[in-house]
């Protein structure tokens, strides 16, 4: 069975800083994608970044970017330049490749607070 | 495109009743999972169906269960209601939760059940 580990359970950081939230994980697979997803007051979740495991190149998309150590079955998510509209409930998941296995192993989550 | 539609939004219900939700995926996508939301246990996953047949299931009792019509829409039912299944519940759609490309899951505003 797979699990994912957050260690934190709260940060805050000012306005347009940087942060850095934890995520490690542990499974005996190969082949999985790892994910960060963000959930606002809203409730709603929303998908951050995601990243394959057999790749190599860590993902980003705009201001979001992982630093995936998959030796170390680590998957942080860095935020720059961070906005008061980050201010969430950030989610790190696990899913399996293998058929029959794909359902999403979420770690307990890190409240982010963004300070202006 | 319309997003994943969950309903109701808000539901009360007495212990011992039972209450069907209902989510709505976006256009296009076969598979549906159900999560639960508690401060207490953080996202669990509950059960996935893919094109009518339940594929995924977690550790629940047999008073969760679900479907999937053929329209992909899927309702998730829990009897006999227990005071610790007030939760926020949860519905994901994705193309196809094969380890491919299409592994997003698209997530609902979610259902608050509060059981008194």
């Known amino acids: 069975a797979q699990t994912v580990t957050q260690s934190q359970p709260e940060m805050s950081v000012q306005e347009a800083e940087t942060v850095t939230l934890s995520c490690t994980y542990d499974?005996?697979?190969?082949?999985?994608?790892l994910f960060w997803y963000k959930q606002p007051p809203s409730r709603q979740m929303i998908l951050v970044i995601r990243q394959e495991a057999y790749k190599q190149q860590n993902a980003t998309e705009n201001r979001f970017s992982v630093n995936f150590q998959k030796a170390a079955k680590s998957f942080s998510l860095k935020i720059s330049d961070s906005q008061l509209g980050d201010t969430a409930m950030y989610f790190c998941a696990f899913i399996s490749s293998n058929f029959g296995n794909e359902k999403l192993t979420f770690g307990t989550g890190t409240r982010l607070t963004i300070i202006p | 495109k319309a997003g994943v539609t969950q309903t109701p939004r808000y539901l009360i219900k007495t212990r011992g009743q039972q209450v069907t939700l209902s989510c709505s995926p976006i256009?296009?996508?076969?598979?549906v999972s159900w999560y639960q939301q508690t401060p207490g246990q953080g996202l669990q996953f509950l059960f996935e169906?893919?094109?009518?047949?339940?594929?995924n299931k977690g550790n629940f009792p047999g008073r969760f269960s679900g479907r999937q019509f053929s329209n992909s829409r899927s309702e998730m039912n829990v009897s006999t209601l227990e005071l610790g299944d007030s939760a926020l519940y949860l519905c994901a759609s994705s193309l196809a939760f094969t380890g491919g490309v299409d592994t997003e899951a698209f997530f609902g505003q979610g259902t608050r059940l509060t059981v008194v």
């Open positions: 256009s296009g996508h076969r598979s």
């Open positions: 169906y893919f094109s009518e047949t339940q594929r």
């Open positions: 499974t005996s697979e190969n082949n999985y994608y």
